[in-house]
T-cell receptor, first 114, second 111 residues
Framework: DAGVIQSPRHEVTEMGQEVTLRCKPISGHDYLFWYRQTMMRGLELLIY????????DSGMPEDRFSAKMPNASFSTLKIQPSEPRDSAVYFC????????????FGDGTRLSIL | GQSLEQPSEVTAVEGAIVQINCTYQ??????LSWYQQHDGGAPTFLSY??LDGLEETGRFSSFLSRSDSYGYLLLQELQMKDSASYFCAVRSPDSNYQLIWGAGTKLIIKP
């Protein structure tokens, strides 16, 4: 089975540029999560979706960040304009409903903003 | 509020046994999960405890005591490949599917 697929794996861009991160969840999973991981702040939940609908975006740091899930097999996280403090590893995870179900993570996008 | 505490770093010797502790404070409790993350990799699910007691999966076991708000991950017959960070997580009382994460424990294994 294909796991969660994220692209790109690495992104290096200059401050002020728009960044778009992509995620394809595991087929049949109806929950999708976007996380950010840094040494200082650990693993932070940014937003999560259920059946393509955003449920909780309270972790989105500011309005420079936006996320969409136009269909069950695709989601994007966009940063516009990007800033050096946005440099981090961004993970997408998906899961099926059910209290015992684990979250399955993609390999992440390592983002560097210069 | 919700919080989890785990040691930042643990060191052990190859072939030995190590225990990584996790204490939590939550307004509700729906189970304790453990994830492993190698450097440069993604978190991967290890185990889940909803009820008190020990769950065993090969060399790894996870224990939960709900009355003590405490759990641990036990790794036996340590191998060098077990060097990684280990995260405990609990389900948010506001949402059964959102996880609240500990800061992670870096396990260093020496030959």
């Amino acid at each position: 089975d294909a796991g969660v697929i994220q692209s790109p794996r690495h992104e290096v861009t200059e401050m002020g540029q728009e960044v778009t991160l992509r995620c394809k969840p595991i087929s049949g999973h109806d929950y999708l999560f976007w996380y950010r991981q840094t040494m200082m702040r650990g693993l932070e939940l940014l937003i999560y979706f259920n059946n393509n609908v955003p449920i909780d975006d309270s972790g989105m740091p500011e309005d420079r960040f936006s996320a969409k899930m136009p269909n069950a097999s695709f989601s994007t996280l966009k940063i516009q304009p990007s800033e050096p403090r946005d440099s981090a590893v961004y993970f997408c995870a998906s899961m099926t409903g059910g209290k015992n179900q684990p979250q399955h993570f993609g390999d992440g996008t390592r983002l560097s903003i210069l | 509020g919700q919080s989890l505490e785990q040691p930042s770093e643990v060191t052990a010797v190859e072939g030995a046994i190590v225990q990584i502790n996790c204490t939590y404070q939550t307004s509700g409790f729906y189970g304790l999960s453990w994830y492993q993350q190698h450097d440069g990799g993604a978190p991967t699910f290890l185990s889940y405890n909803a009820l008190d007691g020990l769950e065993e999966t090969g060399r790894f076991s996870s224990f939960l005591s709900r009355s003590d708000s405490y759990g641990y991950l036990l790794l036996q017959e340590l191998q060098m490949k077990d060097s990684a960070s280990y995260f405990c997580a609990v389900r948010s009382p506001d949402s059964n599917y959102q996880l609240i994460w500990g800061a992670g424990t870096k396990l260093i294994i020496k030959p």
